[in-house]
């Protein structure tokens, strides 16, 4: 059974950091490119940042220089470091894998993350 369980999210002052991590299980992990997402209300989905399995990355615009995405083959873990959390940053937050050949993809349930005083 493939499972991605996102933890770490919560509530964070302007400036603060997070670490959310997310543990797969089901799958191959070292064949997929693990991926963060996050959806503020009302808004679409969109992609945060994304890490080969060699640990290539690549960053929206917005977080490059705050985020820092990493993961640990041999545990099947990915993280995402936020730092300079702000008040925009305020979303859901998912962990996503896509296989690097078929394209087979897999989302966890979310976590929720709140910047705010």
């Known amino acids: 059974q493939v499972q991605l369980v996102e933890s770490g999210g919560g509530l964070v002052q302007p400036g603060g950091s997070l670490r959310l991590s997310c543990a797969a299980s089901?799958?191959?992990?070292?064949?997929?490119?693990m991926n963060w997402y996050r959806q503020a209300p009302g808004k679409e989905r969109e992609l945060v940042a994304r890490?080969?399995?060699?640990?290539?990355?690549n960053y929206a615009d917005s977080m490059k220089g705050r985020f820092t995405i990493s993961r640990d083959n041999a545990k099947n873990t990915v993280s995402l470091q936020m730092n300079s959390l702000k008040p925009e940053d305020t979303a859901v937050y998912y962990c996503n894998a896509v296989h690097v050949y078929t394209q087979r993809h897999y989302w966890g349930q979310g976590t929720q993350v709140t910047v705010s005083t």
């Open positions: 089901g799958f191959v992990f070292r064949n997929y490119v």
């Open positions: 890490i080969t399995s060699a640990g290539d990355t």
